[in-house]
């Protein structure tokens, strides 16, 4: 196949659909609208499951560099209850089949694997349009364009290629999280240090939580989840940090100060995640010369799957690119029947997860055990 791929979007989707079809041999251009790859910040750890993300790392030829990557004891997990008591936790033994990586640290891995002018960036897509036979044309923010007789849309939640494909959004949960940080927790907050223990640490309550993550150097990164109606966000000063802190934490009044710290005594400014899904059995009938990964295809409320479906969904892709190089519509077609089911299956999966999290029953519907 002699035709460069048009990728739209360089998170980890695209970046290892990039990276297993420059290893069959299948030229791929990517287009990202930030301006270079340390533009903005790229989120916390992410846990790598055996059964799809390390599939897809392995396809691409990194499984032993993204090994050499991994944040040793970061699978430990504890449960605290409100009042900070520890309900239950479970130790890292290394024998886990999630093992944690930083974002950053994965895509730097991914960036660094592709050829030398793979990827273009601050080319920001403003629009595309079809030009029939299976060709698309691309618009980018500065007036140039590219055209293209294989595009595929890695663009997230607000993909701008999707709607070749379908007529779906993004919709509102019902639920944002906020995001914040403490660094060199040791020293200057021990106390939450010692809450959140080595690994990932969940405080649990019907429609809210406080989940953290103990990343590199003793940073406590966390992310507050609160149930109410974008609206009620929308009347908080989020510009000024100390007083959407303090609006945020008066949701969690009377939780122990070691964890209610999470959020008052952040290094860094409260950013508002709201979160978002496509629908549940979202796919769309086959349109010649173009397709969608990850959660341009399949957005969910988190549950620990979107990098790793992501990833697959790339490396599937491109697998299925280089077995039929001369029929690329049939290729497409058996990608997407099976992204499809899989992606399918896991927003169920995820949906039932978020129920034990922040359902009725929270937080012992999670922990197996008896109602509170």
């Not at 030229?27 to 059964?51: F, K, N, S, W």
């Not at 299976?134 to 007789?149: E, K, Y």
Request: proline share 5%.
């Amino acid at each position: 196949m002699s035709t460069p791929v048009t990728i739209i979007g360089a998170g980890l989707g695209g970046l290892v659909l990039a990276r297993v079809l420059h290893l069959h041999g299948i030229p791929a251009t990517v287009y990202e609208g930030e301006a270079a790859p340390t533009a903005r910040a790229q989120g916390g750890l992410l846990d790598i499951h055996d059964y799809n993300g390390q599939l897809a790392l392995r396809e691409a030829g990194l499984i032993d560099r993204f090994r050499s990557l991994v944040l040793e004891g970061r699978e430990a997990s504890r449960f605290l209850g409100r009042d900070g008591t520890v309900l239950a936790e479970q130790g890292d033994d290394g024998t886990g089949g999630r093992p944690e990586i930083l974002r950053g640290d994965l895509r730097r891995m991914l960036l660094d694997s592709l050829p030398a002018g793979s990827i273009k960036w601050g080319h920001r897509v403003s629009g595309v349009a079809a030009l029939g036979e299976g060709r698309h044309t691309v618009t980018f923010a500065d007036g140039t364009t590219v055209v293209t007789s294989l595009l595929v849309g890695a663009d997230g939640a607000w993909s701008r290629v999707r709607p070749l494909l379908s007529a779906a959004t993004p919709e509102y949960t019902g639920m944002s999280a906020v995001e914040t940080h403490l660094f060199d927790s040791e020293t200057r907050h021990p106390a939450t240090a010692k809450a959140v223990g080595q690994g990932a640490m969940y405080a649990l309550a019907p429609g809210q939580g406080l989940l953290a993550h103990r990343e590199r150097g003793g940073t406590l990164h966390s992310y507050v989840f609160v149930t109410e109606p974008q609206s009620w966000f929308a009347a908080i000063d989020f510009t000024d940090a100390a007083v959407a802190a303090a609006r945020i934490a008066q949701k969690f009044d009377g939780w122990a100060p070691e964890l209610t710290a999470l959020i008052t005594d952040s290094d860094t400014p409260p950013v508002l995640r709201p979160l978002y899904t496509l629908p549940t059995e979202h796919r769309w009938d086959r349109v010649p010369g173009v397709t969608l990964l990850g959660d341009a295809a399949h957005l969910t409320a988190p549950n620990g799957e979107g990098a790793n479906l992501a990833m697959y969904d790339g490396s599937e892709l491109a697998k299925a690119i280089a077995a039929r190089p001369d029929d690329i519509e049939a290729a497409l077609n058996e990608y997407e029947q099976a992204m499809f089911s899989r992606s399918a299956e896991a927003a169920l999966e995820g949906n039932r997860t978020h129920e034990l999290l922040f359902g009725a029953g929270a937080p012992y519907s999670l922990l197996g055990m008896a109602a509170a």
